[in-house]
Structures are given as C-alpha cells and as structure tokens.
Antibody
Framework: EVQLVESGGGLVQPGGSLRLSCAAS????????MSWVRQAPGKGLEWVAK????????RYVDSVKGRFTISRDNAKNSLYLQMNSLRAEDTAVYYC????????????WGQGTLVTVSS | DIVMTQSPDSLAVSLGERVTINCKSS????????????LAWYQQTPGQPPKLLIY???TRESGVPDRFSGSGSGTDFTLTISSLQAEDVAVYYC????????FGQGTRLEIK
C-alpha cells in the first residue's frame, strides 16, 4: 500500500525556517518524481515545488524561489522541503504528492502537515 | 501562468441527479505530440487530501466509480457525475499540468 506521511510542520515566526519531511513507503520511491502542494486555510490548492528522481531537475513556483529548497534521499525513501524566510502567506497545509507521469497528475497524496507563520 | 477558472463556484443537487462542473483554461492544454490534454480532476472531502479522479482529461483513475467522467479538449473541460451519491459531497478541483501546474479555484458540491 502506497503511503506518504508528512512531518515537521508547526508554528514559526515570520523570517524563520522550517524543514518538512515526507516518508514514503509501498512503492519504489527512487523511480518517481515528487512534489509539494500547499493549501492555505479555507483556500484552494497551490503547487509549490517538484523534483525528479535523481535531484538533477528541481522546479518551484515563483513565490517561493530563493526561499524554499526541495530535496530527497532515495536511500531513506524521503522527500524534504527546506523553507527559509517564511512569510505569513506561507501559512498552509503542505502535502507531498507522487507524480507518476512526471507532468503533475498526482496519484497519491499524504495527509499533510500544517505550517503556521505568525508572531 | 495558465489560469484555470471553474464554474460554478458552488452548487446544490438532489441525490440521483446529474452534476456538471466546468473548467476553462486561459490557454490550450492540448499537446499535439502525444495527442493528450494535460488536465486532471480531483475530489477533496473535508479534512482529507485531494483524490485524483480523472487525468488526461478523460481517463478515470483506478478505483474511481464510473459515474465520474471527464470530457473536453483544448481550453474547455467538464467533470460529470451521472447520478449524485451522498458520498460525492466535496470540493472538486481541475488542474492543468501542461505548463508547470495550476489548479482551479474549486467547486463546492452539496446535496439539495
């Protein structure tokens, strides 16, 4: 059974940093593109970042470029999102999602982890 | 960026009735080289992550009931539920993955 479990969310002050993790199981993690997608409270979905199997291709939405870094450890079946210089508008539930076709149709999602940026 | 616009924002339909949700993209998401529309539909129930229903505009994901269907091409797409069931109450999102990834604003579906 495919499982994606996010962790690392919490309350952080504006300008602070947080590292999210996503533990994958039930599939060959190293063969899939992966993404982070976020959802602000009561709002819609926003793609944040994606990464290919070997970390040679990383892409970001404009609003997080230069502040967020996506990475992965295939030996640990884990996906990460390092978030720096956090802003109030980054407050959201962050989901990791599996990208089976590399294009962005996500067939499995984690339950999400809540990041709250507030003083 | 490609802007996805859904209509309506919300709707209430009686059990057993047909549901139609529309999605329009600001530019075509049809890729001639593989003859596919880079368009997906998701269902999100309260407190849950989104669930993939349809990809390539009309291909139903494994395990999705056949009352769900997707149609359209280019810039105009439709998600249809042939006979509304109580468990279909949710917010539905369209998504393009032709150029980066963007989602529609969502359509909230309720029971009348």
């Amino acid at each position: 059974e495919v499982q994606l479990v996010e962790s690392g969310g919490g309350l952080v002050q504006p300008g602070g940093s947080l590292r999210l993790s996503c533990a994958a199981s039930g599939f060959t993690f190293s063969t899939f593109w992966m993404s982070w997608v976020r959802q602000a409270p009561g709002k819609g979905l926003e793609w944040v970042a994606k990464i290919n199997q070997g970390e040679s291709d990383k892409r970001y939405v404009d609003s997080v470029k230069g502040r967020f870094t996506i990475s992965r450890d295939n030996a640990k079946n884990s996906l990460y999102l390092q978030m720096n210089s956090l802003r109030a508008e980054d407050t959201a539930v962050y989901y990791c999602a599996r990208d089976p076709n590399r294009w962005g149709d996500y067939d499995y999602w984690g339950q999400g982890t809540l990041v709250t940026v507030s003083s | 960026d490609i802007v996805m616009t859904q209509s309506p924002d919300s709707l209430a339909v009686s059990l057993g009735e047909r549901v139609t949700i529309n999605c329009k993209s600001s530019q075509s998401v049809f890729y001639r080289s593989n003859n596919k529309n880079f368009l997906a539909w998701y269902q999100q129930t309260p407190g849950q992550p989104p669930k993939l229903l349809i990809y390539w505009a009309s291909t139903r994901e494994s395990g999705v009931p056949d009352r769900f269907s997707g149609s359209g091409s280019g810039t105009d797409f439709t998600l249809t539920i042939s006979s509304l069931q109580a468990e279909d109450v949710a917010v539905y999102y369209c998504q393009q993955y032709y150029s980066s990834v963007t989602f529609g604003q969502g359509t909230r579906l309720e029971i009348k």
